[in-house]
């Protein structure tokens, strides 16, 4: 146990260390990275769901399906971004009600995507 205690520090060092060299932008790479990591390691990512957030075009189903075919819902949203969201919705659980609430909600959810910072807002739905 002592050892593994002192490896965690030595890791934390050096991700320290090396955050302090790095750009903004390339902090939160690192910090994403080490975070992927550290759920993982924990058991709380699902691989597949973590490889289809990093690389969502090789993802993507190689037959489309019923809602990948539909046409956007709203004018705002591009064929590319309702294919893209129907996935997640049909790839993870905890967004299975994704696709149906921008349909449904689509003006909310419009005005939600104008906002200036809609990381702050509360979802629409």
Do not use: Y
Not at 69 to 79: D, G, R
């Amino acid at each position: 146990e002592p050892m593994d205690r002192r490896g965690t520090l030595l890791t934390l060092a050096l991700i320290i260390a090396i955050r302090r060299g790095l750009m903004a932008t390339h902090r939160l790479v690192l910090s994403f990275a080490v975070a992927l990591r550290v759920t993982e390691d924990l058991g709380f990512a699902l691989p597949a769901q973590l490889s289809f957030l990093l690389a969502l075009e090789s993802h993507m189903p190689t037959s489309p399906t019923a809602l990948m075919l539909q046409a956007p819902p709203a004018p705002w949203l591009s064929a590319e971004q309702w294919r893209q969201i129907a996935v997640v919705t049909e790839m993870c659980p905890g967004f299975s009600r994704l696709a149906p609430d921008i349909a449904t909600g689509a003006k909310r959810w419009e005005q939600w995507q104008t906002f200036e910072k809609p990381e702050e807002s509360r979802l629409p739905g």
